[in-house]
């Protein structure tokens, strides 16, 4: 399962951040200082996972943004990459420009792909289609 | 009141602040404002005001205070108010605080709402956040909205479901009826999350597989029409019918098949048919190529499918993308225990991989490798380790050099290669060499009866090269003492010039004298000169000015060694050849590496940590080993020393196998603590209280039956079914006040790989009150170059504790 998504830019600020799992405060802050840092260092010829703790990171770069997708268990590292594509490729959809995307749209959005850890939805027409609907009224 | 800003501009004008110091001041201005708000129970913009306080939060700062206001959005009627409600909710609560129970009314309510999207907010929430007792208040509302028309709904609540089994695993029987019809939709969103049900289902469950096996073929038939499908444009990746749900069914028919024959024969056709229909120019394909092997290793299948999946395994080794490289090697290591000679046919590009740039390759091909060793190609495979070694990553190193010693022993085609790839393995692994292979090294060379002085010239020669490597001083150390005589009698190799005596001294003089020098090092010195000592007659008054030096050693076992050894030289000289003799071929217990036996007799160099309970019992047991030497006190512990504070550790009771205490009988009981001393105490049946990440630990149980205090003694068995070692393994914990706790000693502080061993530890609480006892229990290890620490609270003692 996924345990959490990250969404830092090529400073290392986190843009969006979303946890499936408990984890508050210093934890928290050090999980992600330690997990960016590692992802940013690595150059380009090296693959996308890391293996850190008793989790899989698995990180992709689209131009100044880096997504950093954490996940438990036995879960599918290649299936991974084709969901944060999947993720990128929704988010480009709805903003248009992903880099100034609005925070509280993002998590909907996020709400409609993954539930309590989960791949919820992979098709981008009904994942956006609520998000569209709820607009309107 | 000012109009509060919205979202965006608190975005922009934190993203513009240019020192942390500024944007905290920002951060903390607007979260006064917000507060103040709060407070003036404003209900138009409660909405925008939580909207940025989920903001800052994620930012990283607190944010608490808002979670009430969260309650009172989902409350509210206004959509736009729920979902920021909801939101707030999950990203600010969690099962741990109290205030989220009091959103089930309102989660309630909405699932029953007529608006799909509300019913979908209620089930996302629920879904994120929901605690065991709720759980179990709403379980028949979700499984209620799992039989909806509305295919929104339906996948939203098999999530929701999902989450309330793995809280709550006798909940699986409410839902596993109405996943039957689940599985005949036709909606891929409803198809991933029902099958996403059923595996969780089958994993906190397993006694439910039986009854899914039966719907193999259906399963298989999914799979099929996605495989044989024609171009479905919404949910088509590369050409690939919904690799998402592929995967997700694969996984499912991996754990049903797993352990069962005629499940896995059911399958053995779809899965040759994947293997070879799917594409694998894309990602896409590759990676349901990829779950596609990871099913056909952990099922019982046949032979034919096996050799294809190693083959495609072969085809991603030569990828020239980094990812599906690190992939085939991680499934290889999985494979090499079923087939290893079919990985075999790769082992070339293994060991390329070796090479490579990125360091979690070179993990994934180190790690393969030694599965790889065996006794044909184990002189190429060292080779190559051995050149890997020296340009190893520190976090590998210790590894590495136990690996190479592991297959150096295993496989050794003549002794000589053997003792000639210990030194290599020392040499290039520096100080990072563990101290069981150090000892573990000394005895193979104790073994190696006609190579000693070869051996020692070696070691006398890398040792005079640099002499800063504690290990390979160690090492040298012993041999040189040992074998000295030899080593300077014997053949010159090479043209080098004939070692004397003094020269020999001259180089122990010069460790002891180095303050790079650890005190086991000086210790191993010490005891190398005093068998010296004898061997080199001419030399004994050197040896005996030089030992004196170190009377007055701040480290306690240096200046023990010392004044004993001074005793040695004036009072009891005639005793000094018979105690200083060639030491025998040390005797290894059967366990692994990890003990070596304490022959109290010979000056053994690996310090003796003896019971501090009493140093008369200290002495008891030397002279059940016939040793007429003073007791030796307690020793300051060192943190990798598990094989010497295995030995005559009797002060920690060890209710596990130790090869030393095997050794002596069973007298020396009086040394371990007495784990039960009442006739027919009350059974308590054993708890396990944690399992995670590979580590197990469970208690058992015993109690006096007729105790003032009420004192239960509980005792903590650790162990690792993992393939990697835990090292460093510390736990602790917590009572509350009512009760008294007392923590004994544990039996190590590494739990070894797979199963083989465990680490051991008494606690004693004591419940005067006869209260429900509650423990917060906190663990931390080292397993592969990285910390793990967890906590946990156990609150489900047996009543008999009590």
């Known amino acids: ?137 | 009141m000012p109009i509060p800003m919205r979202l965006k501009e608190l975005i922009r004008l934190i993203r513009s602040c240019k020192t942390a110091a500024e944007e905290r001041a920002a951060v903390n201005k607007e979260c006064a404002l917000i507060r103040t708000t709060f407070k003036e129970e404003d209900n138009e913009f409660r909405c925008r005001n939580v909207a940025k306080l989920l903001y800052i939060h994620m930012l990283g700062y607190p944010a608490h205070f808002g979670q009430l206001e969260c309650l009172k959005l989902i409350a509210s009627n206004r959509f736009m108010d729920k979902r920021i409600g909801y939101l707030g909710a999950m990203l600010l609560l969690d099962e741990r605080q109290d205030v989220h129970i009091l959103i089930t009314n309102s989660l309630k309510n909405d699932m029953n709402n007529s608006t799909q999207f509300i019913v979908g907010l209620a089930l996302c929430t629920l879904g994120s956040i929901c605690s065991p007792e709720m759980s179990r208040d709403l379980a028949n509302e979700v499984e209620k909205l799992l039989k909806s028309a509305n295919a929104y709904i339906k996948k939203k609540a098999a999530l929701c479901a999902t989450r309330m089994v793995h809280k709550v695993p006798e909940l699986s029987e409410i839902f596993i009826p109405v996943t039957r019809s689940l599985l005949n939709e036709k909606n891929h969103g409803v198809l991933l999350t029902a099958v996403a049900l059923i595996t969780e289902i089958c994993i906190v469950k397993p006694d439910t597989m039986p009854h899914f096996r039966r719907w193999t073929p259906q399963l298989i038939r999914l799979l099929k029409n996605l495989i044989m499908a024609g171009y479905a444009p919404d949910h088509d990746v590369s050409g690939i019918s919904d690799p998402f749900l592929q995967i997700r069914i694969l996984n499912l028919l991996r754990i049903l098949g797993k352990e069962d024959q005629e499940c896995s024969e059911a399958m053995n056709d779809i899965l040759a048919q994947v293997a070879t229909n799917t594409e694998s120019s894309h990602n896409a394909g590759n990676a349901v190529l990829y779950q596609t092997v990871q099913c056909i290793m952990d099922i019982k299948a046949e032979s034919g499918l096996r050799v294809l999946a190693v083959n495609i395994m072969g085809r991603f080794l030569l990828n020239s993308d980094k990812n599906i490289r690190y992939v085939a090697l991680k499934t290889l290591q999985k494979t090499i225990n079923i087939d290893s000679t079919a990985v075999q046919r790769h082992r070339n590009t293994i060991i390329d991989c070796l090479k490579d740039h990125d360091i979690s390759i070179r993990k994934r091909a180190m790690e393969l490798s030694f599965a790889l060793i065996n006794g044909s190609n184990v002189k190429s495979m060292i080779k190559e380790l051995l050149d890997f070694l020296n340009r190893a990553d520190h976090e590998f190193k210790a590894f590495v050099t136990l690996g190479i010693f592991q297959a150096a022993v295993k496989y050794a085609p003549d002794k000589k290669w053997q003792l000639d790839t210990i030194l290599q393995m020392l040499k290039g692994g520096g100080s990072y060499v563990n101290d069981e292979v150090v000892a573990s090294s000394i005895h193979a060379i104790s073994e190696a009866r006609d190579l000693y002085a070869y051996i020692t010239q070696q070691l006398y020669s890398t040792l005079f090269a640099d002499i800063s490597k504690q290990p390979l001083a160690q090492v040298a150390i012993w041999s040189i003492g040992e074998y000295g005589d030899l080593f300077v009698a014997g053949a010159i190799e090479e043209g080098s010039h004939k070692i004397n005596e003094d020269e020999v001294l001259d180089l122990l003089q010069s460790v002891l004298n180095d303050s790079i020098t650890s005190f086991i090092t000086r210790a191993f010195t010490i005891n190398a000169l005093m068998k010296l000592s004898t061997r080199f007659p001419k030399s004994a008054s050197r040896i005996k000015e030089i030992v004196a030096r170190y009377a007055n050693s701040v480290d306690l076992e240096v200046q023990q060694r010392s004044v004993e050894y001074l005793a040695l030289f004036k009072n009891y000289d005639s005793l000094r050849p018979g105690l200083l003799e060639r030491m025998p071929c040390i005797n290894r217990g059967d366990k692994a590496e990890a003990t070596v036996t304490a022959d109290a007799t010979s000056s053994d160099a690996i310090p003796i940590a003896t019971v501090s309970t009493g140093g008369g019992q200290a002495s008891d047991l030397l002279d059940l080993l016939g040793d007429s030497l003073p007791p030796t006190q307690p020793l300051q512990p060192q943190n990798n020393n598990t094989a010497t504070s295995d030995i005559l550790s009797g002060n920690n009771p060890s209710v596990g196998g130790n090869a030393l205490l095997d050794l002596l009988t069973s007298s020396e009981d009086s040394l371990m603590q007495p784990i039960s001393t009442n006739p027919a105490p009350p059974k308590i049946a054993p708890l396990n209280v944690y399992d995670k990440h590979g580590l197990r630990i469970d208690f058992n149980f015993e109690k006096a039956s007729n105790d003032a205090n009420n004192v239960v003694q509980m005792i903590l068995n650790a162990t690792n079914s993992t393939s990697f070692p835990f090292t460093d393994f510390v736990f602790q914990a917590a009572v509350p006040r009512s009760f008294q706790l007392q923590i004994l000693a544990p039996s190590g502080a590494v739990i070894p790989a797979n199963n083989s061993g465990s680490i051991t530890q008494v606690l004693k609480v004591s419940n005067p009150n006869k209260q429900n006892i509650r423990m917060r229990i906190k663990i931390s290890f080292n397993v592969n170059g990285n910390t793990i620490q967890d906590q946990g609270e156990i609150n489900n003692f047996p009543a008999e504790c009590n």
């Open chain 1, 1 to 137: 399962m996924i345990r959490f998504i990250l969404l830092v830019n090529k400073d290392g600020q986190s843009r969006l951040s979303r946890y499936y799992y408990n984890i508050v405060g210093e934890d928290r802050q050090n999980l992600e200082r330690d997990v960016i840092s590692k992802c940013l260092l690595r150059s380009k010829k090296e693959c996308s996972f890391l293996e850190y703790q008793n989790m899989m990171l698995i990180y992709r770069r689209y131009m100044s943004l880096f997504f950093i997708v954490g996940v438990g268990g036995d879960e599918n590292e290649l299936s991974i990459l084709e969901f944060i594509q999947n993720l990128v490729e929704t988010f480009d959809r709805y903003f248009n420009d992903v880099i100034t995307m609005n925070v509280e749209k993002a998590y909907m959005i996020l709400d409609e792909m993954v539930l309590n850890g989960h791949i919820l939805e992979t098709s981008k027409n009904r994942v956006l289609a609520p998000i569209y609907a709820t607009e309107k009224n």
